[in-house]
């Protein structure tokens, strides 16, 4: 694993078991994680989820976050409207290489009504396994940060 710390997990009741299934993936692989709910398909709103993961991420608690949602849209964009994040919602394996290699991508989204168990944990292997290639890269992700400040 390329993150240095345990993964924030985080999932709404759309997310909730697509998010069962990735811990019971990382706890097989040996990689810890924080699970910051929900804990049931209990109706649920993804911001309430999105926000203490994103934030145990930019503090330093936990290295990256994988969050789910029916989609993983809506808490994609829950994710980025935290300082610090750069969340990408995939559902196909060169995304989520690249959103590593050139985005320097902090949180994985995922769609539990988008993406079945065995690709959702192909997705977070290689999100997690994916080193940032810096260089340019490094110089967008600088102006892409500092358009919190736009
Ligand atoms: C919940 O029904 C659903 O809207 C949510 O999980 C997510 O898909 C939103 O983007």
Do not use: W
Not at 36 to 57: E, I, N, Q, R
Request: glycine letters at 12%.
């Amino acid at each position: 694993m390329v993150f240095s710390g345990p993964i924030a997990l985080a999932a709404d009741h759309g997310g909730y078991a697509l998010k069962e299934a990735i811990k019971a993936h990382l706890t097989k692989t040996g990689i810890p994680f924080v699970d910051f709910g929900t804990d049931s398909t209990a109706s649920v709103d993804y911001p309430d989820y999105a926000l203490p993961a994103c934030k145990a991420v930019v503090g330093g608690r936990c290295a990256a976050a994988i969050l789910c949602c029916g989609t993983g849209v809506g808490i994609s964009m829950c994710a980025n409207k935290v300082r610090g994040m750069r969340a990408c919602c995939c559902s196909d394996t060169f995304s989520a290489e690249y959103t590593r290699r050139h985005n320097d991508a902090n949180a994985l989204c995922l769609g539990g009504r988008v993406v079945g168990e065995g690709l959702a944990c192909q997705l977070v292997d290689v999100f997690l396994n994916t080193p940032f290639e810096g260089g340019r890269h490094q110089e967008r992700i600088d102006k892409m940060m500092a358009l919190e400040n736009a």
